[in-house]
């Protein structure tokens, strides 16, 4: 469910034609299981963004002057030797936006909508909550400015026949601690930013022209090989009847399967991996805590012996030691960033929607079948 967006937020809906739509699906079938990633054109009408137009970057090339496909290009840091890396870090390289200006003034010339609105990828139960996202939508709000967003489509869970596509922008909190590039504890508990804040959900629609719809109820269905059907009991059965209606688009009694159990359990086993990545980070933050503390009770007893010995120097008439000694001789352990532990936070927060999504699903379907199921309880 798409949260509220603020007040302040520019874009509060997003409106998709169906040739996006198409073409996205398109894009993310054919280089599955790799992430696919492309630009979003189109224009902002007031507070909504429609998104006219797309096309895909282009794939990156490690290196093509030395011929070795491990190799990174010098020229641009974003092109590594890792072909995950590579897709996920498409949309922020030099190459990637070169390719993407040319094709929007391309498109400025025959006249079609040529506003850069975001950008697209494809991710496989949800798992796209990651630093690479972030710094690619944190990268075009920066840039492009702030009519921008972020359409997550999901392969794994459109599979089941029901489109999984999702709009998503980084909140105004976190992009002002982008821009302090400061995630330590401190900061973090001063800003009152929580992992609840960094995504905000917009809804998304899909739009078609009324040409287009006129012609999707007029297609012709082919006849039916059974000949041998049964007359209707109601006008309601003859609409609903997918041999007997006309509308190519009848109902698809394949949404009532009950074999969701592999997608549930995938969906668990990466919510055990998001929680157990999530320990790892709370154990290096412990770490930290640790080695500041001993670090912290080694100053102190440095300069509690310095007093003494001043106190002494003093008696003696003497000139005192300098107390401010122990910045030269001791080093405090550098704090690590908590953006990783936070955005794992959002990602089993992911997982867990869509466990509870899973369940709600699976309860209305054993409820319509209870009948058959279990004996006596038909009525």
């Not at 137009?53 to 990174?72: E, H």
């Not at 590594?80 to 996920?88: F, N, R, V, Y």
């Not at 009324?210 to 082919?222: A, N």
Request: glycine content about 4%; overall charge negative; hydrophobic content about 35%.
């Amino acid at each position: 469910m798409a949260t509220v967006p603020p007040a302040e937020s520019p874009v509060r809906e997003v409106q998709l034609s169906a040739l996006v739509v198409m073409r996205l699906i398109k894009h993310s079938t054919q280089v599955w299981p790799q992430p696919a990633t492309g630009c979003l054109v189109g224009m902002d009408v007031g507070a909504q963004l429609q998104i006219t137009n797309s096309f895909p970057f282009p794939a990156s090339n490690p290196d093509n002057t030395t011929g070795n496909p491990n190799a990174t290009n010098p020229a641009d840091p974003y092109h590594q030797a890792d072909q995950l890396a590579l897709a996920l870090a498409a949309p922020r390289a030099k190459s990637s936006v070169a390719y993407q200006n040319e094709m929007i003034k391309y498109l400025r010339e025959v006249n079609v909508d040529a506003q850069g609105v975001g950008w697209y990828v494809s991710c496989s139960m949800g798992n796209f909550v990651n630093a690479s996202f972030v710094e690619n939508q944190a990268f075009y709000q920066r840039a492009t400015g702030e009519q921008t967003v972020a359409l997550v489509f999901d392969v794994g869970r459109s599979s089941q026949g029901s489109l999984t596509l999702k709009a998503y922008r980084l909140s105004p909190s976190f992009m002002a601690a982008c821009k302090e590039n400061k995630f330590t504890t401190e900061s973090i508990q001063k800003s009152n930013l929580r992992y609840q804040d960094i995504l905000i959900e917009l809804p998304v629609a899909i739009h078609n022209s009324h040409l287009l719809t006129s012609y999707l109820h007029q297609l012709p269905t082919s006849p039916t090989a059974d000949t041998d059907l049964a007359l209707p009991a109601s006008l309601n059965e003859l609409h609903r009847n997918p041999h007997l209606a006309s509308n190519p688009l009848a109902p698809n009694l394949d949404n009532l399967d009950l074999s969701i159990d592999p997608f549930l359990e995938k969906t668990v086993d990466q919510l055990l991996d998001s929680i157990e990545a999530h320990q790892t980070e709370q154990n290096n933050a412990q770490y930290y805590q640790r080695s500041l503390a001993r670090e912290q009770a080694k100053i102190q007893t440095w300069q509690l012996k310095r007093k003494q010995e001043n106190a002494l120097r003093v008696q003696q008439k003497q000139t005192p030691l300098p107390e401010d000694e122990w910045q030269k001789l001791f080093k405090l352990p550098v704090e690590p960033s908590r953006l990783e532990a936070m955005l794992v936070g959002r990602q089993v927060e992911q997982y867990a929607r869509q466990i509870d999504g899973f369940g709600a699903v699976v309860s209305g379907k054993m409820f319509g079948v209870r009948g058959n199921l279990l004996p006596g309880e038909a009525s």
